[in-house]
C-alpha cells in the first residue's frame, strides 16, 4: 500500500531528535527507538496526530498505569474540549441519540459497571474455556486451506479470518450469516479511522443486523452470548436493546483487530527470532505447554496488538507525570512505551519467551481492563501452537523491510504476512 496522508505530523521535539516524526510512514515500521526518546525527554508530550486532534502521549510505566485508571481521565468523548470531535459518539446517559458507540469503552461509571457487570455474567471464563475445542477446529480448518500449497499470506488466511468466525460463533450469530460479518469487519479494518463511507455503509449495515438478531433471540434464547446477555437483564438488570446492539458490537469490534494483530504480530516476532521460537518449538514438541503461557505475554508485551489505550478526557485539570492537563484535554497512553520502560522491565528490547516478572499493560488496566483477555490467550495460543506444529519450517516470504504496517492510530498490525514452508502431504 501507499504512505498514508496527511502524515508525518509535526512533533516538534521528536523531531529535532534521531528519530522519524511521530506517526510517519517510517515510523509505523517500528515505533519503538521514538517513544524511548519520548519516555526519556518528554515523557508526558502533547502532539498534533495525524486527524488534526491535539493530544497528550503518555509513555512511562508508572504514568501509563496510573491514567488507566484514573477516575478523573473520563472515556466519554463528550468531555472534549473540541465538542467537534466528540459529537455524535456516545448517546449516554439516556438514550436518546444512543447508538453502537455507547459502548463499555466510551462510558464511565455508573453505567460502566452496570454494563461490565452484565456482560461479565454471560462471558465467562467457563464459557470460554468451553470454546477451546472449537477454537481448534477453525484453526485447523483455515490451515487446511493453505497447508499443501506451501505458502500463504498469515494475515488474510489465518489471523483475520479466525477471529470474526470466533466471536460471530460465540456471539451466536447463524453460520450460514458469517461471511457478512467478514465482509463488514473487511471494510473497518482496511479502511479504520473514522467512520466514513463504505465504513459508515458496513456499519450501518452490522447495527440493522444485531438489532434484528437480538429481536429474534428474545424469542427463542439459545445458549450463546447474546442471549446469555438476555438472560442476565431478565434477572434484574436493566439492558435496553441498543445496550444489547452496542455491547455486541463492542465485542465484535474489540476482539477482531486485536486479535489479528496477536496472531499476525505474535508470528511475526517469532520469525525475527530463530533461538526463541526455537525454544518454543522444542517445548510444545515435547508436549510441554508450559512456555506457551509465558511466551504469549511476551509476545503481547514486546510488539503487542494495542499500540495506544483508546482515549481519554481529563474531567478536571490534572498533573501527570508532572505535566499539568487541562480539562477537556485528551490524553492517549502509550501502551507500546510503556511495555518497554526499562524503569520496570529488564531488558525491555530483548524479547524472553521465559519472562516471568510480566505486568505488561498489553490488555489495559482498571476499570477498562479486557474484557476478552481469556479468550484472546486461547485463540493466541491455539493459533501459535497450531501453526509451529503443523507447518513447523515456516519462514518469511518477503524481504523483512518489505512488509507494511496498517496506519491507524490505536492498532499496530501487518498488512500482510507472506510465509513459506514444506507443503503437507
Ligand atoms: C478492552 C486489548 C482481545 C473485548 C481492552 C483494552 C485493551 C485490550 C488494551 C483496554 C482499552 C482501554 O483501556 O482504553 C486487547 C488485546 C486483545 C484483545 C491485546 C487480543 C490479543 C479482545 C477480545 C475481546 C475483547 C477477543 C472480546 C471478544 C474487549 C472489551 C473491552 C476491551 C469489551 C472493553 C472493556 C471495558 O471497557 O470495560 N482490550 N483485547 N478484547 N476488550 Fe480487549
Known amino acids: ?65 496510573q491514567a488507566l485508571a484514573d477516575a478523573r481521565l473520563s472515556k466519554n468523548p463528550v468531555h472534549h474540549s473540541e465538542a467537534a470531535h466528540g459529537k455524535g459518539k456516545t448517546g449516554i446517559p439516556g438514550e436518546r441519540g444512543a447508538n453502537l458507540m455507547t459502548h463499555l469503552l466510551n462510558i464511565d461509571p455508573p453505567d460502566h459497571t452496570r454494563l461490565r457487570r452484565l456482560v461479565s455474567k454471560a462471558f465467562t471464563p467457563r464459557r470460554v474455556a468451553a470454546f477451546a475445542p472449537r477454537i481448534q477446529e ?64 458496513s456499519v450501518k449495515k452490522m447495527r440493522a443486523y444485531l438489532a434484528e438478531l437480538i429481536h429474534r433471540k428474545r424469542a427463542d434464547l439459545g445458549d450463546d452470548l447474546i442471549s446469555g446477555l438476555i438472560r442476565a ?11 444489547a446492539a452496542a455491547m455486541a458490537f463492542i465485542l465484535l469490534f474489540a476482539g477482531f483487530e486485536t486479535t489479528v494483530n496477536l496472531i499476525g504480530n505474535g508470528a511475526h516476532t517469532l520469525l525475527r527470532h530463530p533461538a526463541q521460537r526455537e525454544l518454543l518449538q522444542k517445548s510444545l514438541a515435547a508436549g510441554d505447554e508450559e512456555l506457551l503461557g509465558t511466551a504469549v505475554e511476551e509476545l503481547l508485551r514486546y510488539d503487542g496488538p494495542v499500540e495506544l489505550a483508546t ?110 514452508f514444506t507443503p503437507e502431504p
Not at 489465518?158 to 458469517?178: H, K, R, S, T
Not at 437483564?233 to 445496550?243: A, R, Y
Open 1 to 65: 500500500g501507499d504512505p498514508p496522508t496527511g502524515c508525518p505530523v509535526a512533533a516538534s521535539a521528536v523531531a529535532a531528535g534521531p528519530t522519524p516524526a511521530l506517526f510517519s510512514w517510517e515510523f509505523a515500521a517500528d515505533p519503538y527507538p521514538a517513544y524511548a526518546w519520548l519516555r526519556e525527554h518528554a515523557p508526558v508530550h502533547r502532539t498534533r496526530l495525524p486527524s488534526g486532534v491535539e493530544a497528550w502521549l503518555v509513555t512511562r510505566y508508572p504514568d501509563a498505569r
Open 138 to 201: 477453525l484453526t485447523d480448518r483455515l490451515i487446511d486451506g493453505f497447508a499443501q500449497r506451501g505458502s500463504a499470506d498469515l494475515i488474510h488466511e489465518f489471523a483475520f479470518p479466525l477471529p470474526i468466525y470466533a466471536i460471530c460463533d460465540l456471539l451466536g450469530v447463524p453460520p450460514e450469516d458469517q461471511d457478512d460479518f467478514r465482509d463488514w469487519a473487511g471494510m473497518m479494518i482496511r479502511h479504520g479511522g473514522g467512520p466514513r463511507g463504505g465504513v459508515a455503509r
Open 233 to 243: 437483564s431478565d434477572h434484574g438488570e436493566h439492558l435496553t436493546e441498543n445496550e
Open 311 to 420: 482515549w481519554r478526557y481529563a474531567t478536571r485539570e490534572l498533573t501527570l507525570g508532572g505535566q499539568r492537563i487541562a480539562e477537556g484535554d485528551p490524553v492517549l497512553v502509550v501502551l507500546a512505551a510503556a511495555d518497554r520502560d526499562p524503569a520496570r522491565f529488564d531488558e525491555p528490547d530483548v524479547l524472553d519467551l521465559t519472562r516471568r516478572d510480566n505486568p505488561h499493560l498489553g490488555y489495559g488496566h482498571g476499570i477498562h481492563y479486557c474484557l476478552g483477555a481469556p479468550l484472546a490467550r486461547l485463540e493466541g495460543q491455539t493459533a501459535l501452537t497450531t501453526l509451529l506444529t503443523r507447518l513447523p519450517d515456516f519462514r518469511l516470504a518477503a524481504e523483512p523491510d518489505d512488509l507494511r504496517w496498517r496506519g491507524g492510530l490505536i492498532m499496530r498490525g501487518l498488512r500482510t504476512l507472506p510465509v513459506e
